[in-house]
């Protein structure tokens, strides 16, 4: 009956609108039949009413309780009855969706739909691994299908809409939110980006498995100064074009419906207020047809930053500089109408604004069923299905790096040896689960310790040595770390010495990074260094498993443990993924997205930093080198490091000729020989360097990637095509093009270990 409804309903719009409004003289371009149902519905619109399209408000009352009658909520509830809310977020089954949605729909004039947001991070109750470590797979399709595991288990659920994928470009690991982004390099991140997008949002909405997707934070959030979250951002338009808008243009170019601003400022504007941002750029230049949604309250906060006087002046300069919905700040729909009557406002850009939002209602088939996402049956049948354990698993195992294997100490036997388990991660089925997993239950992930006893050759006992931090910590409150308790130490030593094997499990709580929670120091919090040095002292064949959501700085263990592992915070699976690589039945195959600075005194540390005018490479006799007293310039790991139980041998740079021009290629060429007895996947990984440019270049940028696998001592070519477009960058002419000069190719492992040859280029 209510599909029929809105089918009937939209073809009688369109009849009113072709009726009342006079033919236009010449139309260049034909407007499809979406937008001219948009247009239909914003002829009977009352101002209010697509004011109240901008208009997203935050879950309010419980629903299985009367209708709200005083206060904030009964403000929401009747604006509901109005038409003058476009959106909900945070409201989450589908019972409850499809009662918000009843209200909206058949209670409101003009029965138009809403949309329900949720924080769909890397999963909703089936916990993938967090962004970064996923970042860490640079595997492509494995990403894209964790991001197609969250948004059929959070659309069955009623939600239509994340606010994901995190497309920042983070180079600075005391930020917290490095953790739900895709690391340092600006082309990874791209094709991050393009992966999450295509996962969420699918080939089209006409299936309900699919949710939209929104590219965050437009733009610079992640270069806060002091990796201080909601810092002050200043950026230069070389780092804004090269580094941090590449994966927002190709979030674009995938696809990706909506966007959301940023809590910065960029060039002393706040990003909400920024039309540089909004409407030059990404709604201009970009052409993007979606809408840009505010983040939580930067509305209301530009008063804060200094930048507004009041709440009309805000609402101003957020609906001018392109910000087409208020997330949870209450000024649009209290202010926008009312300058526009005032003429401070135009109207036609409420009509752009409400027009953007309504496209992509009708995109998503609102319309014919508003009810879409609202089956409880469904939502029972899919929420936890074993395929998505399945899948969420596949992802861990590949997010897992190998940083240091000493005399071959992994993978475990599998038999015969007594195996200490220590550090109170180890035990936890909450932690590994990460930041951002708001709708996850407590105690669902797999711990270390019951990944390991699920192989029952080897004798494993567990001791917790110290607890990383003390009493509940929950999302939106600090973390209260152990920094004193040492009672638990003695038992963990005794268990080391009557041991073969110790492994422990050591990092950040998994509330301890994500939003608000920078660090200044990027040690093993608390007490965990001393309990490792101790340890270490009555058996030091330890293999130390780092479970933690950003870089951390670790020397004494680069120096002293044999055998580490960089485990992350890999969701729902994390035992069972880590126990499978430990115990050598999958082979790691994880490369780092991010630098591991020696010190944190090295921080901002990035692989593609430039040489300047005294290279970090300079005379050590001199002082008068770009370098420290105390600390060496070099990473502890560098970027797109990670070891394999396989060993990979690469031959020589080989190019098919040494030039090209303009509209021509080079190909750029290696062979990769598996030289162990064990199959291996390796990222084989392409860098470029323009030595001489318009704007001064990095020392080497990321370029392309194959990831291979190898069966043993099988070799394979690895061939790169290298073209113009991939020598482009937004040079002094301020646009996107390639110099003619000479250029470095390098292959190999990592960042750091590569071979290299030269070619020219000329345009």
């Known amino acids: 009956m209510i599909q029929k409804l809105f089918s009937i309903m939209s073809f009688v719009l369109v009849v009113l609108c072709s009726c009342s409004a006079p033919k236009p003289v010449a139309q260049s371009k034909p407007k499809s039949t979406i937008d001219v149902k948009v247009d239909s519905i914003l002829h009977l619109m009352t101002l209010e009413e697509k004011v ?74 089936t916990i993938s691994p967090i962004p970064l470590a996923e970042a860490a797979s640079w595997d492509m399709e494995a990403i894209q299908k964790s991001a197609a595991i969250a948004a059929e288990e959070s659309a069955a659920v009623g939600i239509n809409w994340t606010f994901a994928p995190m497309v920042d470009v983070s180079r600075d690991p005391r930020w917290g939110r490095v953790m739900e982004g895709a690391g340092e390099d600006p082309y990874l991140g791209s094709k991050i980006a393009e992966a999450r997008v295509h996962g969420f949002q699918g080939a089209n909405f006409d299936s309900n498995k699919t949710i939209l997707a929104c590219a965050k934070h437009f733009a610079g959030y992640a270069f806060a100064e002091a990796g201080r979250d909601y810092n002050t951002v200043d950026v230069s338009e070389t780092v804004l074009q090269n580094v941090i808008f590449p994966p927002f243009k190709a979030a674009v170019n995938a696809g990706v419906r909506t966007f959301m601003n940023s809590f910065n400022e960029l060039n002393g504007v706040p990003a909400t207020a920024s039309s540089y941002l909004q409407r030059n750029l990404l709604k201009g230049d970009w052409n993007f047809k979606g809408f840009v949604v505010s983040d939580w309250g930067s509305v209301r906060e530009m008063i804060t930053h200094g930048y507004v006087a009041d709440e009309k002046a805000a609402a101003l300069a957020a609906i001018q500089g392109g910000s087409d919905m208020d997330m949870e700040s209450y000024i649009y729909v209290a202010q926008l109408a009312q300058l526009v009557r005032e003429g ?39 929420v936890g299905k074993p395929a998505f354990q399945e899948g969420v698993l596949d992802v861990a195992k590949k997010s897992i790096v190998l940083l240091k294997n000493d005399k071959e100490l992994l993978p475990l036997p599998k038999t015969g040896k007594r195996i200490a388990v220590i550090g109170s991660l180890a035990n936890d089925k909450t932690s590994p689960l990460g930041s951002w997993r708001i709708a996850a239950d407590e105690n669902t992930a797999i711990s270390v310790l019951e990944g390991l006893k699920a192989y029952p050759g080897n004798q494993i006992a567990y001791a917790k040595g110290a607890e990383v931090a003390y009493g509940k910590i929950e999302f939106g409150s600090e973390t209260k770390i152990n920094e004193t308790d040492k009672s638990g130490f003695s038992e963990a030593i005794l268990l080391a010495k009557q041991s073969d094997i110790v492994i422990m499990v050591l990092g950040e709580h998994g509330l301890q990074t994500g939003e608000g929670r920078s660090r200044a120091n990027l040690d093993l919090p608390g007490v965990q260094q001393e309990l490792l040095e101790s340890v270490y002292q009555v058996n030091p064949n330890i293999v130390l498993v780092l479970q933690n959501g950003r870089p951390l700085v670790i020397p004494w263990a680069v120096e002293n443990i044999p055998a580490i592992v960089e485990a992350w915070q890999l969701g729902t699976q994390s035992g069972n993924a880590l126990a499978q690589v430990l115990y050598g039945d999958y082979n790691p195959s994880g490369k780092l997205p991010m630098t591991f600075p020696r010190s944190i005194g090295q921080i901002p540390m990035y692989y593609y930093r430039k040489n300047t005018g005294r290279p970090s490479t300079g005379d050590p006799n001199s002082v008068f080198w770009s370098h420290y007293m105390d600390e060496k310039n070099t990473p502890q790991f560098p970027f797109g490091f990670g070891l394999s139980y396989a060993k990979f041998e690469y031959t020589a740079v080989a190019v098919n000729q ?68 991939m020598l482009e960058f937004f040079t002094a002419n301020r646009k996107w093009e390639a110099e003619s000069g000479e250029f470095k190719v390098y292959i190999g492992t990592n960042s750091a270990d590569t071979q290299d040859t030269s070619f020219q280029y000329t345009n």
């Open 658 to 725: 040494k030039s090209f021009t303009k509209n021509g290629s080079i190909t750029a060429s290696v062979t990769v020989k598996n030289i162990s007895n064990r199959v291996g996947k390796e990222v084989v990984q392409l860098y470029i360097q323009d030595l001489v440019g318009s704007t001064t270049r990095p020392i080497k940028e990321l370029k392309g990637f194959e990831l291979l696998e190898l069966q043993p001592n099988e070799s394979k070519q690895v061939t790169f095509t290298i073209d113009e477009k």
């Open 344 to 382: 401070k406002v135009q109207e036609s850009l409420i009509d752009d604004a409400a027009a953007r939002i309504l496209r992509i209602k009708f995109e998503m088939g609102l319309f014919d069923n508003p009810y879409k996402y609202c089956d409880e049956a469904y939502e029972k049948a899919t």
């Open 52 to 125: 109240g399209q901008l208009n997203q408000y935050n879950g309010f009352w419980d629903l299985t309780g009367p209708s709200p009658l005083e206060g904030q909520a009964a403000l929401k509830y009747e604006h509901l009855r109005k038409g003058w809310v476009g959106s909900m977020l945070n409201i989450k089954g589908a019972e409850n969706v499809r009662k918000i949605q009843k209200l909206a729909v058949e209670g409101s004039r003009l029965h138009i739909p809403l949309l329900f947001g949720f924080d769909v991070i890397h999963g909703y109750k």
